[in-house]
């Protein structure tokens, strides 16, 4: 109800451009794909959303964990994009980073940003005070996000470990080692299980995803915010999360 009509959407998002490539548009209908993946999708807002009615917990967050095993076959590897994002280079050259996956990587994604993590683990960082897991980079593990995400769909479907992980009981398991309750959906899957097996992905740069978002500079963490928000070289997409202006440059 309120949505955008399929042609509506189609304009919207590929507004008619001189050069515009052609190709084919297909639209999933959520409900019908939520139903396919219903077990996977219950664990997960089980785990990681804030209660239902709230942003994240919308089955759509969820979908993208098990993205492979509704995809057509033939498609064997796609790119999924937040719809805030400011591109600045051709996008072509970020399909180029499937190239740099290195064997048993199924995932492309750039670290987390902010150190919202360093709050969502903070009982496991207390109970394991010498723990590399919710820390800044480098040496810190900071956790992912999911803003820009390669995804090798044959890979996935491949993995024996990765489709382990899906299992309700194992994210269970692992949500009880680290003391861990999130609120931002499919990201807070890939962070946990990222502590757990970093093999399963690749690290993009953080110019693939520079976030600009400064919520949790004025939430408590000002003294360590500058290390997880660092960033050098040339951008080559901005993400303007929680509504940040993304800037003219």
């Known amino acids: 109800g309120g949505g955008l009509s399929p042609d509506t959407a189609i304009e919207a998002f590929l507004p008619s451009a001189p050069g515009r490539p052609s190709g084919q548009v297909v639209f999933h209908d959520v409900g019908v794909l939520t139903d396919k993946l219903f077990p996977v999708v219950e664990a997960m807002q089980k785990h990681f959303s804030a209660g239902s009615g709230t942003y994240y917990?919308?089955?759509?967050?969820?979908?993208?964990?098990?993205?492979?095993?509704?995809?057509?076959?033939?498609?064997?590897?796609?790119?999924?994009l937040d719809l805030d994002l400011k591109y600045k280079t051709n996008i072509r050259e970020l399909f180029e980073e499937f190239d740099n996956f290195?064997?048993?990587?199924?995932?492309?994604i750039a670290r987390e940003m902010q150190p919202v993590y360093r709050h969502t683990f903070w009982q496991f960082r207390h109970e394991n005070p010498k723990t590399r897991v919710g820390g800044p980079p480098p040496e810190g593990l900071p956790g992912f996000n999911s803003g820009v995400m390669l995804r090798n769909l044959e890979a996935m479907r491949q993995s024996a470990l990765y489709s382990r992980l899906l299992e309700p009981g194992q994210v269970r398991q692992l949500a009880d080692k680290y003391r861990f309750r999130g609120h931002l959906g499919d990201q807070d899957f890939f962070t946990m299980i990222g502590m757990e097996h970093p093999e399963l992905f690749h690290v993009l740069d953080c110019t693939w995803n520079r976030q600009l978002c400064t919520w949790w500079r004025d939430h408590g963490y000002s003294d360590v915010f500058?290390?997880?928000?660092?960033?050098?070289?040339?951008?080559?997409?901005?993400?303007?999360?929680?509504n940040t202006p993304i800037p003219d440059v």
């Open 102 to 108: 290195l064997p048993g990587a199924i995932i492309g």
């Open 57 to 80: 917990s919308d089955s759509i967050f969820f979908l993208s964990v098990a993205m492979h095993q509704i995809m057509p076959k033939e498609i064997l590897r796609i790119i999924q």
């Open 226 to 242: 500058e290390a997880y928000f660092r960033c050098e070289g040339h951008v080559k997409i901005y993400h303007g999360n929680c």
